[in-house]
């Protein structure tokens, strides 16, 4: 694939989310630079709602394990980031979703390009996976729980699929 030649395209196209990892810790520098990418994530008006909470704690999977179903993953990453978005930071209400998505995918962009594997785990917005979050962590009210990255050095490798549909795009009107 010629495309595959320009690293933005390939990063893009070649992320998977991965479930498995080696036993192996990331390094601070590491994750600094993964909070660097996501804090550079487009936002509106660009009030870059959001805060990460770091997690490397056993215990703190362990727990987010019990309220969270599809979390069965971190335990075995070497570390989570949480992604929660902040009302009071933001000037477009309604868009703490929409601009910590982008902090989220950017995390995961800047994973798969250093080498390690990551999943997004939706958080927001259910909730019951909130509230139990938001208790995890003591969250202030003002603060919502949107996602959850779990992240390693992958014990798996996935192929690229398939996923371009010609027929899901238009030009210039619906029909």
């Not at 971190?74 to 929660?84: D, F, H, K, P």
């Not at 902040?86 to 910590?100: H, I, M, N, Q, R």
């Not at 996935?158 to 996923?163: A, F, L, S, T, V």
Request: hydrophobic content about 40%; glycine content about 4%.
């Amino acid at each position: 694939m010629e495309i595959l030649t320009n690293p933005v395209i390939e990063a893009i196209i070649k992320r998977r989310s991965i479930r498995h990892y080696i036993r192996k810790n990331v390094d601070k520098s590491i994750i600094d630079i993964l909070l660097k990418s996501a804090m550079y994530a487009p936002s509106a008006r660009n009030q870059q709602p959001w805060h990460f909470i770091v997690i490397d704690q056993e215990e703190l999977f362990k727990r987010i394990m019990k309220v969270h179903p599809y979390s069965s993953m971190l335990s075995e990453a070497a570390v989570a980031i949480l992604v929660c978005g902040d009302e009071k930071l933001e000037l477009s209400k309604g868009y703490w979703p929409v601009d910590c998505s982008a902090a989220t995918q950017n995390i995961l962009l800047a994973s798969h390009s250093l080498g390690l594997g990551a999943v997004w785990l939706g958080v927001y917005p259910r909730k019951e996976r909130m509230d139990g979050i938001r208790e995890i962590f003591r969250l202030p009210d003002h603060i919502h729980p949107l996602s959850l990255v779990s992240i390693g050095y992958p014990d798996e490798e996935k192929g690229i699929p398939k996923r371009y549909k010609e027929d899901r795009v238009r030009w210039n009107r619906w029909i």
